[in-house]
Antibody, heavy 120, light 109 residues
């Protein structure tokens, strides 16, 4: 059974770079044609897709965040990562990683999520 | 960019009631519309994919319909365990873009 787990600092200072990793277990991140995505949810608010990376390394980002986002994949560690630069308090959110499939773009499964707070 | 307008933002209904949530896309998205259930402190759970297909293991009281710009999600008989926030999500394949609706919080009256 495929499982995803987010990890990274829970507190980031304003103007710095948020860095998170999603570790995939129960399957290989590079063995099949999947997208690996990041979604976030500010406290008490709705869901926002941040971006996704194809198993081959192609990336796709939400236009509203594109200038600050980098998603990468490390197949040797079966992980993919998110970097969000120049963070502000508005980037405080629970960050989820999830898998989706080309032309069947629904997210399943999801990681449990990790709260990142931006504060000095 | 495609915008998704979900309504209502919240609703209160009695156990056994029929509950309906709508999602409207700013342009034609065919049937590329999914529905999720999110309970407090948990990750969203996929319920319906491609507008009307029930995910394996999801109770049949949940259903979805629609195509083009207007979509509906229905709980035929609300149960206490259905208390959650529900989200629609559209996708565009080329280029890849995914957008969520604003969510509907469902409570028991």
């Amino acid at each position: 059974q495929l499982q995803l787990q987010e990890s990274g600092p829970g507190l980031v200072k304003p103007s710095e770079t948020l860095s998170l990793t999603c570790t995939v277990s129960g399957g290989s991140i590079s063995s099949s044609s999947y997208y690996w995505g990041w979604i976030r949810q500010p406290p008490g608010k709705g869901l926002e897709w941040i971006g996704s990376i194809y198993y081959s390394g192609s990336t796709y980002y939400n236009p509203s965040l594109k200038s600050r986002v980098t998603i990468s994949v490390d197949t040797s560690k079966n992980q993919f990562s998110l970097k969000l630069s120049s963070v502000t308090a508005a980037d405080t959110a629970v960050y989820y990683c999830a898998r989706h499939t080309p032309y069947r773009n629904w997210f399943d499964p999801w990681g449990q999520g990790t709260l990142v707070t931006v504060s000095s | 960019d495609i915008q998704m307008t979900q309504s209502p933002s919240s609703l209160s209904a009695s156990v056994g009631d029929r509950v309906t949530i709508t999602c409207q896309a700013s342009q034609d998205i065919s049937n590329y519309l999914n529905w999720y259930q999110q309970k407090p402190g948990k990750a969203p759970k996929l319920l319906i994919y491609d507008a009307s297909n029930l995910e394996t293991g999801v109770p049949s009281r949940f259903s979805g319909s629609g195509s083009g710009t207007d979509f509906t999600f229905t709980i035929s008989s609300l149960q206490p365990e259905d208390i959650a926030t529900y989200y629609c999500q559209q996708y565009d394949n080329l280029p890849l873009q995914l957008t969520f609706g604003g969510g509907t919080k469902v409570e028991i009256k």
